[in-house]
């Protein structure tokens, strides 16, 4: 399995990703690939904040461009209280071999203030096939 990590830290709070692909559920003489994905958010600030929605800009092997928006993840807004993490796993379809993903996670601290924490780019790749 190749996996490929991001780790990108926003008002105090850690984003780390990891994708890989998931040959099983891909569908490659038909052009389709289907990729994996581990979320981990943690809350290395001085206040709880609770995740209110997401935005993810993805990116094809074309240079096709797709957005996503939405609440929460995984149908979910969690809170994070100080020293707190969430962890989820997600997935995403394309029809090129590779890919990349990044996004901004819309943020409210219970004083409620909003803030944007980033999701660094990440590589959704299928690895070359071995013989």
Same mark, same amino acid.
């Given at each position: 399995m190749s996996i490929t990590k991001s780790d990108r830290?926003?008002?105090?709070v850690r984003v780390q990703t990891q994708s890989y692909f998931e040959p099983d559920q891909s569908d490659q003489r038909a052009g389709y690939y289907h990729f994996g994905y581990r979320i981990r958010i943690s809350n290395h600030g001085d206040s709880a904040a609770r995740l209110i929605s997401r935005h993810w800009?993805?990116?094809?092997? *074309?240079g096709r461009v797709e957005e996503v928006k939405g609440e929460g993840v995984v149908g979910k807004q969690p809170r994070l209280k100080v020293g707190d993490s969430f962890e989820y796993e997600s997935c995403c379809p394309l029809y090129t071999r590779h890919g990349s993903m990044r996004g901004v996670y819309h943020m409210r601290r219970d004083d409620?203030?909003?803030f944007d924490v980033e999701i660094g780019a990440?590589? *959704?790749w299928q690895p070359a096939l071995s013989n």
């Amino acid at each position: 399995m190749s996996i490929t990590k991001s780790d990108r830290l926003t008002e105090q709070v850690r984003v780390q990703t990891q994708s890989y692909f998931e040959p099983d559920q891909s569908d490659q003489r038909a052009g389709y690939y289907h990729f994996g994905y581990r979320i981990r958010i943690s809350n290395h600030g001085d206040s709880a904040a609770r995740l209110i929605s997401r935005h993810w800009i993805i990116t094809d092997g *074309l240079g096709r461009v797709e957005e996503v928006k939405g609440e929460g993840v995984v149908g979910k807004q969690p809170r994070l209280k100080v020293g707190d993490s969430f962890e989820y796993e997600s997935c995403c379809p394309l029809y090129t071999r590779h890919g990349s993903m990044r996004g901004v996670y819309h943020m409210r601290r219970d004083d409620g203030s909003m803030f944007d924490v980033e999701i660094g780019a990440f590589t *959704l790749w299928q690895p070359a096939l071995s013989n």
